[in-house]
């Protein structure tokens, strides 16, 4: 055991976003093979979610890594529920790592995936969140019909990924098959727990705020007892006392 030296701030002039793109950039070499990334914020005591929902845990930096952690990826992954609660709308172009994209072929923002076993998601028209014509919708065989109808008609590509409910490793087979394998899961916490309950999740970011809930929040994952060995990668900090840590699998 050994002290922790001072982490690399983050909010100081330390590391611009091409630089933070850096810390956070993808293996190379490994061509045609999803990599799972989760990225996820959590307080001391270790719930996601305040009243609900995990804003109220964020900050000027945690938003900072968001975007960037973002621009990195081919798609992001998110389960319905927690993306209509947070109001998710179409994924933005990062100011500057979007050019960088769009330079090497790629799309200038990540696409979007949505999980869902019901496909209870509103369509334009039904509330505030938003969902855009390129939105990928990985549910089961069992969802209905109707709904199923409903979001292809509002143009979101639809596709089964187990029958009575989401397998996540048809889900993530079938977003590398089309060359989206640089994959960023944002949550929430079921979705996470199922990915690392079938040992799919290469690596996790999580942001620790400052903060004390004592409250009855959502915990970071849910719904497996799976226990991973992981490796801390680095550690950063900001001047408003949050931490960022980045964890790899044991293995690596």
């Known amino acids: 055991m050994y002290p922790l030296r001072k982490a690399t701030q983050l909010t100081t002039g330390d590391l611009d976003d091409k630089a933070l793109a850096a810390?956070?950039?993808?293996?190379e070499g490994q061509?045609?093979?999803a990599r799972v990334r989760a990225n996820m914020i959590a307080s001391i005591d270790g719930m996601a979610t305040v009243a609900g929902r995990s804003g109220a845990l964020g900050?000027?930096?945690d938003q900072r890594l968001f975007s960037v952690l973002r621009a990195l990826a081919d798609v992001i992954v998110v389960g319905a529920r927690t993306a209509v609660t947070e109001g998710y709308g179409p994924v933005r172009q990062h100011p500057l790592l979007g050019e960088l994209r769009t330079a090497e072929g790629r799309p200038a923002a990540a696409a979007l995936a949505l999980v869902s076993n019901t496909l209870t998601?509103?369509?334009p028209g039904e509330g505030d969140f938003t969902l855009a014509p390129s939105t990928i919708v990985l549910t089961c065989r069992s969802a209905p019909a109707g709904?199923?109808?409903r979001l292809r008609d509002a143009g979101a590509t639809v596709v089964d990924c187990g029958d009575e409910e989401v397998d996540p490793a048809q889900a993530?087979?079938?977003?590398?098959?089309?060359?989206?394998?640089?994959i960023l899961c944002?949550?929430?916490?079921?979705?996470l727990g199922s990915l690392l309950d079938r040992d799919l999740v290469d690596e996790l970011c999580v942001t620790v705020s400052p903060r004390v809930t004592a409250g009855s929040g959502k915990h970071m994952t849910a719904g497996s007892d799976a226990v991973r060995g992981m490796r801390r990668a680095h550690v950063l900090a900001d001047d408003e006392d949050y931490l960022y840590l980045r964890w790899v699998r044991d293995q690596e």
């Open 23 to 27: 810390l956070y950039a993808y293996p």
């Open 31 to 33: 061509t045609g093979v």
């Open 59 to 61: 900050s000027s930096g």
């Open 121 to 123: 998601i509103p369509v």
């Open 147 to 149: 709904a199923r109808a």
């Open 172 to 182: 993530i087979g079938y977003l590398a098959d089309r060359g989206l394998t640089q």
């Open 186 to 191: 944002e949550g929430g916490p079921a979705l």
